[in-house]
């Protein structure tokens, strides 16, 4: 897939400034929660509603989070769906190492795999697998940035944070999904 992903960083100012507007979509890994700024989509989860939007409240505390769709979601939605989207902006916080990992996480490419192992050789620190592990679950935009293409180097599913039934169908998807052509 050829989508171009961009990372806005947001620092801990900002969140407590941040007007998060966020929806409940249907998608076809479940239900969703898609949430933006003005600046980009800074956060998406899939399951249950009410522990997503627990967890949306959590990460955005002191942000003004209100129900509301907005163009952003679109994009977000069409990228879920595998279709061709311009650039997709996500504004989200993190620490520089976090930032890093999701980074990394943006170069494996659709209907891949890799692993924690070869994310921390990615971001030039392969001592720090467990930390890479830690930055992958506390991603803030599941699918956005692939967290469910990451597993164990003896090819065990891993973790993720919305459930691994989730993970197990990402991943099966992508694999019987033609790639997106220019």
């Known amino acids: 897939m050829n989508n ?14 941040a007007i998060v507007s966020y929806f409940f979509y249907e998608t076809g890994y479940g239900l969703a929660v ?7 989509i800074c956060y998406v989860g899939f399951g249950d509603q009410e522990p997503m939007l627990d967890d949306l409240k ?20 069409s990228f879920i769906k595998n279709e061709k989207v311009p650039e997709l902006p996500l504004h989200i916080p993190g620490t520089d190492f976090q930032l890093s990992v999701w980074k990394a996480l943006l170069q494996v ?15 030039n620190n392969p ?12 991603n803030p935009v599941s699918y956005i940035i692939p967290c469910h293409r990451v597993i164990r180097s003896d090819g065990g ?4 944070f919305w459930g ?3 993970k197990k169908r990402m991943i099966e998807e992508e694999a019987q999904t033609p790639d997106i052509e220019d």
Request: aromatic share 6%; charged share 25%; glycine share 10%.
């Open 109 to 123: 490419p659709f209907g891949k795999l890799s692993s924690y192992k070869a994310i921390a050789n990615a971001v």
């Open 4 to 17: 171009i992903v961009s990372i806005v960083p947001l620092n801990k100012k900002e969140v407590r400034d």
């Open 164 to 166: 691994l039934e989730i």
């Open 58 to 77: 959590k990460r955005y505390a002191g942000a003004t989070i209100q129900e509301q769709k907005t163009g952003l979601h679109k994009l977000a939605l």
């Open 157 to 160: 599913l891993g973790g993720y």
């Open 34 to 40: 898609v949430a933006s700024t003005p600046k980009g």
């Open 127 to 138: 001592k720090a697998v467990r930390a890479v592990g830690s930055a992958i679950g506390d």
